[in-house]
């Protein structure tokens, strides 16, 4: 199923989402903004075939590093990601996308 947020949008390059972090004291909860900054093709090793996914970036949107602290890689067939949601996209579009099948 293609990855969406709990919300069942679509996840779309461009998009910025609202990702939980944890749960501090008296229960409240924190969250992380993250941007969909483009996809890529990744695998392929040992007969298996590519695949395609996203990179998640930090809203500093600094370059990708060694030490991996640019961002990271999201499946784009991940189905429903509870924990994500949708709160900006590059065209407005978020709101009206049409919801995913569960």
């Known amino acids: ?22 749960t501090g004291a008296r229960r409240k909860k924190h969250f992380m903004y993250k941007q969909v900054t483009r996809t890529q093709w ?28 640019g961002g990271y890689w999201l499946g784009m067939n991940e189905g429903q990601l509870e924990d994500y949601e949708i709160v900006q996209s590059v065209k407005c579009d978020h709101e009206e996308r049409e919801k995913v099948a569960a």
């Open 1 to 22: 199923m293609e990855t969406c947020d709990k919300n069942f949008r679509p996840i779309r390059v461009g998009d910025v989402l609202k990702v939980f972090h944890f």
């Open 42 to 69: 990744l695998g392929g090793y040992g007969g298996k075939p590519k695949v395609l996914y996203f990179f998640v970036s930090h809203l500093s949107l600094k370059p990708e590093s060694i030490d991996g602290d």
